[in-house]
């Protein structure tokens, strides 16, 4: 079940299992815990396959010298240019130290090398940024900023990313329009029913290992950065696309640090590949969205909803119905209602609740508490934008105007704005993001999630992400083929990669 959920699945037939009955069996193992997390732990006691040294034995402003086979002697060379980017290495092939080859990487055709894609889940772009100021992943470009569509959740930013189809909702349960109910859950996540782009791409780990992910993050980080190492030693195509959902683990559990610490395997792992290649394979690394690095609680939304009258149900048919979808802890909460005014008003007096979006005919209404803003776009690319009271997404710009949404993009990440490009993600979520699209977002506070009760029980919050604010979206792209001016949207990727490289990415889809 898990082989075929994971393990190289592409065009030509190693889909992903959809049929009832495999979601069914996928939900029971899903239960049986102590033997899931024995395959794990066990599958971390492998050999390892990433072994580079995790720092050079000798460093300069303009060269790093490592030791790769632990002999005491210098015998892998990186050379920086006037920037300080990596874009030579060198070889001791004589065994005295001393760099004997030396390859240009610059030179090397991004068309004719192999190309080794990283994806990240939940790297902030600030961590990533200070990361890469200090020195590290040198080999790259500087960073693009990625701003992904809202809500900053993993499915929708690389379905994007991959330029691939739409995801059913939000998550892997939402309110299905169609069969008018709530659906999916637990089965339908362990059967990647929302993730189609794993069809197309050459690793996603086992579901079922990334809730056990959240009890003992760094188990399966370790495990999946070598089984990345392993799958790239076995290649057979031009490019490989490799997803590491541990990362998200590793960030929830450990905030800051967690990050820190995949970043630094991450090089190792990078490092190892070019020395081992002789240069002649390009890597592009990213991540889906970023985190918020704050602790987080329950935002108690369902509790709230009752005091105010409101039946909740997975079957919304009367006007003070809900359907509150709580599965993944996020900081957003997707809701569908009859009655999204009344519902956003209720929603905005708990204090974890920043701001509530809903459709209105063609236009999207966002409410905080001291403002109402509403916009239209007739084309998804430029927006008039108007509000009342406070602005609620803190735009800065002149109420009543048309705005083009590129400029929008550009200027509020140059300004750090706390809601970047606000206008077309919310457009976007509410009209052209999602099949299932729910009748009322909410971006929360940082310091609350929304999501499985059971779960949330079992799990420290020390990050997350989902919501519509800077922390939770602004994440990274960077790659070693040539440089890529930012800002980027997550649905940018592709064709910056396609020109780069002369194909489309993913390559051979």
């Not at 075929?4 to 065009?11: E, F, G, I, Y």
């Not at 390892?48 to 460093?59: D, G, L, Q």
């Amino acid at each position: 079940m898990t082989r075929a959920v994971c393990q190289r699945n592409d065009l030509h037939g190693n889909g992903i299992m959809r049929a009832r009955d495999q979601r069914e069996s996928a939900a029971k193992a899903w239960l049986t815990v102590p033997a899931a997390l024995v395959m794990l732990l066990a599958a971390g006691c492998r050999p390892a396959a990433v072994t580079f040294p995790a720092s050079p034995i000798a460093c300069s402003a303009s060269r790093a010298d490592y030791d790769v086979d632990g002999d005491g002697r210098a015998d892998f060379f990186y050379f920086a240019d006037a920037t300080g980017r990596f874009d030579r290495i060198g070889y001791d092939r004589n065994f005295d130290g001393q760099p004997d080859q030396v390859v240009r990487l610059d030179a090397v055709d991004p068309r004719l090398a192999r190309h080794l894609v990283i994806v990240l889940d939940g790297i902030p772009y600030d961590v990533l940024a200070e990361f890469y100021k200090q020195g590290n992943l040198r080999l790259f470009h500087p960073p693009a900023v990625v701003v992904p569509p809202y809500p900053s959740m993993t499915d929708q930013c690389l379905e994007d990313a991959f330029a691939y189809m739409p995801t059913e909702g939000a998550e892997a349960k939402y309110y299905s329009r169609s069969k008018r109910k709530a659906v999916g859950g637990t089965g339908d996540y362990l059967a990647g029913r929302n993730e189609p782009f794993v069809r197309i791409i050459s690793y996603r780990g086992p579901t079922l290992h990334d809730a056990f992910g959240y009890l003992h993050p760094r188990p399966l980080f370790r495990k999946e950065i070598n089984e990345v190492k392993r799958i790239w030693d076995r290649r057979q195509r031009q490019e490989e696309v490799m997803y590491l959902v541990s990362t998200a683990t590793m960030g929830t559990r450990y905030s800051r640090s967690g990050h820190l610490e995949i970043l630094g395997q991450t090089q190792r792992l990078i490092n190892q590949v070019v020395y081992e290649t002789g240069g002649m394979v390009k890597v592009t690394l990213f991540a889906d969205h970023g985190q918020t690095q704050v602790a987080a609680e329950p935002a108690c939304l369902d509790s709230l909803l009752r005091s105010k009258g409101w039946r909740l149900t997975e079957r919304p048919r009367r006007p003070r119905d809900v359907a509150l979808i709580q599965f993944g802890l996020v900081t957003c909460a997707a809701l569908t209602t009859p009655s999204p005014a009344d519902l956003a008003t209720d929603l905005l007096t708990s204090q974890a609740v920043e701001l509530a979006s809903y459709a209105d005919g063609d236009k999207v209404i966002v409410r905080g508490r001291c403002g109402c803003g509403t916009i239209q776009s007739t084309d998804g690319e430029s927006f008039r934008y108007d509000f009342t009271g406070t602005d609620p997404l803190g735009l800065g710009i002149a109420s009543g105007s048309t705005v083009d949404g590129r400029a929008l993009l550009k200027s509020s990440v140059a300004q750090r704005l706390n809601y970047p490009d606000a206008l077309y993600r919310l457009w976007r979520a509410h009209f052209a993001l999602m099949e299932n699209a729910p009748d009322v977002l909410v971006s929360l506070d940082d310091r609350f999630y929304c999501g499985s009760g059971k779960f949330g029980k079992l799990v420290s919050i020390a990050s997350t992400h989902g919501g519509l604010n800077r922390a939770n979206s602004a994440t990274f792209f960077m790659t070693t083929a040539a440089p890529v001016p930012g800002p980027l949207r997550s649905e940018d990727i592709p064709g910056s990669l396609g020109t780069i490289f002369g194909r489309g990415f993913p390559y051979g889809r």
